[in-house]
């Protein structure tokens, strides 16, 4: 079944088209990997499908309704979410409140001026939870500023996560930290998203990551897909392998 | 540092004694300084105000005087054409006439951030002190509008007590209750999910709006608060001072609510309170010593700048906690 899906998408900065006329779609419940060069138009795709930015033409349906012209936060109550490439987190709140914050939000509870969030045991609890699921329940008093850069990373997406979304975006989840770090911060992140049956496109460059942790892989190359499969199909699929990966394959 | 949460329990314990200490000072001292104290309580109102915007929300105002001065015109203009001097009634009408004005600047203002959004709230404000300036036939010009004592609670001045053990006694504990009330409540305000959902505002703009909080909806809302607050101010301030000039209006107003939230400490709770109350024991005192007193005041503000960036309220804090607490830059 299908999530979402972009009809014929296009979005241009002057003369370069970002995104050129993408037909892109998502089915329920696979992990997508959204790969391609710098440039390639990844993120200005998951920016005209989260809201950040609008298309100049072409459509965009999640669960078959046109949620084209919608704003950011209703793309976010019918489900979409995401986290960002460079750490966006609450910085001077803590762990806890950057997770609690989201839970309030999707519970409509941000507009409460005269109640102590604090007092909100269930909220808290739950905010909780995702910190443990995530395993930053020892850095829940902590400022979010004050985390190393893999914590924050994941914070990021658990702070996404706790808005329950049906479809998650993860722009380049492990960026900026080491390759050690790598692989335990994916481990983390695709467990959540597969036992919580959530439908996610993660944008990454490592391709080991990639092909580890993906069910399908969309190529990107200068705003158009360049191609589409099972990780094994990318591997083999010498177009992708020399445009993208800059090798030939060989194995 | 953050503005670090503080438990219901623990604020308690800070602000009984304080309490206790405000309740019997008027018994202490003598009328003229217990005025310099209300003084001081109502400008801790103020920046109070002020500063939901700047240390929860992240945006500097530099057109606070608007509401202040809303705040002290409303009564000015009850007493002028209502004929009424119910203290009640001012503070509704100082409380709706500052709503208004703030909510009206405030849809124009919260587009936009940083010194787009100060430059803005001073343009307006200064509007506000041009038309107090040159309506003289409403405004009293320069010459301003005298307010006379108010009733409070029904209850007018009795004959033949001096209107200054008024305003030092039953007026002090009128603005003392309003203090603590007021204070009460933006502390429950910033410690709400609204006041989290500001402060993510301040910390990245474009996330919060990723995690759906509405982010000019949510300032507007921050901005009509914070101006009541301001306008409240201005309406205790008037019958303290027995006059309302256009001086209050104009953008160097708003510049002193700046001083006592910097002076006291934007990044913290008690800060705006401790930076109302003692800028003004510093202007009085600079005043009465000195014909220089403005470059005292300026010396004042650089030092701070320089040495106590965070102020008394954030110095002290960052003295009494532990070090190690200090996880941050």
Not at chain 1, 196 to 219: L, N, P, Q
Not at chain 2, 44 to 65: D, E, K, M, R, V
Not at chain 2, 159 to 181: N, P, S, T
Request: proline share 3%; net charge neutral; with cysteine.
């Amino acid at each position: 079944m299908i999530l979402l899906e972009t009809k014929s998408l296009a979005k241009s900065f002057g003369d370069m088209h970002a995104v050129n006329h993408v037909n892109f779609s998502v089915a329920q419940g696979e992990l997508l990997a959204l790969i391609g060069s710098n440039g390639a138009g990844k993120t200005t795709l998951v920016n005209l499908i989260s809201g950040l930015l609008q298309p100049d033409s072409g459509t965009i349906l999640f669960k078959g309704a046109d949620i084209t012209a919608m704003s950011v936060h209703d793309r976010i109550k019918t489900g979409i979410a995401r986290s960002f490439q460079l750490v966006t987190v609450f910085d001077q709140l803590s762990a806890l409140d950057n997770i609690e914050l989201a839970v309030f939000s999707r519970e409509a509870k941000t507009r409460r001026l005269f109640s102590l969030a604090s007092s909100d045991h269930a909220v808290r609890e739950e905010a909780r939870e995702v910190l443990r699921e995530f395993g930053l329940e020892d850095r829940a008093a902590r400022a979010a500023g004050g985390l190393a850069q893999g914590e924050r990373k994941l914070l990021d997406v658990a702070v996404a996560y706790a808005l329950q979304p049906q479809l998650l975006f993860l722009d380049e989840p492990t960026s900026g930290v080491s390759t050690r770090e790598k692989a335990p911060i994916m481990d983390i992140i695709t467990s959540i998203v597969r036992s919580g049956k959530i439908t996610a496109v993660i944008i990454e460059h490592d391709m080991d990551v990639v092909f580890k942790y993906s069910d399908r892989i969309v190529a990107m190359h200068e705003g158009t897909i360049l191609a589409d499969g099972t990780p094994d199909e990318i591997r083999r699929n010498d177009h992708v392998t020399t445009t993208l990966l800059g090798t030939t394959s060989s194995s | 540092m953050n503005l670090i949460s503080v438990s219901p329990k623990q604020a308690l314990l800070y602000a009984i004694p304080i309490a206790g200490v405000l309740l019997f000072l008027p018994l202490l001292i003598e009328p003229y300084q217990v005025t310099l104290l209300e003084y001081g309580l109502i400008f801790a109102i103020a920046a109070l105000g002020f500063n939901l915007l700047l240390g929860y929300t992240g945006l500097l105002s530099f057109g606070h005087s608007a509401y202040f001065g809303m705040g002290a015109y409303a009564v000015a203009f009850i007493v002028k054409y209502l004929n009424v001097t119910s203290m009640e009634v001012f503070l509704l009408g100082g409380a709706l006439a500052s709503a208004g004005i703030a909510a009206l600047f405030g849809f124009l203002c919260v587009r936009y951030t940083r010194i787009f959004f100060g430059i803005l709230t001073m343009a307006l404000s200064q509007v506000l002190w041009s038309l107090a300036f040159k309506f003289y036939w409403v405004t009293g010009g320069t010459d301003g509008l005298r307010v006379p004592t108010p009733s409070l609670l029904g209850v007018p001045i009795p004959q033949g007590e001096e209107k200054m053990i008024f305003l030092a006694h039953r007026y002090y504990y009128y603005v003392l209750i309003i203090f603590f009330l007021s204070a009460a409540v933006m502390w429950l305000i910033v410690h709400s999910p609204f006041g989290k959902a500001l402060q993510a505002i301040r910390d990245n703009e474009t996330r919060a709006e990723f995690v759906g909080v509405q982010v000019w909806h949510y300032r507007w809302i921050a901005f009509l608060v914070s101006g009541i607050y301001t306008g409240l101010a201005g309406t205790l301030w008037v019958p303290l001072n027995g006059l309302t000039t256009p001086d209050i209006l104009h953008w160097t107003f708003s510049g002193k609510i700046v001083f006592f939230t910097v002076l006291g400490g934007f990044q913290t709770f008690t800060g705006p309170i401790i930076g109302g109350v003692v800028y003004n024991y510093l202007e009085t005192y600079a005043v009465g010593h000195t014909v220089y007193w403005q470059m005292v005041l300026g010396v004042v503000l650089v030092l701070l700048v320089l040495v106590l960036p965070a102020g008394i309220a954030g110095t002290a804090e960052r003295l009494i906690l532990k070090p190690e607490k200090g996880g941050l830059k």
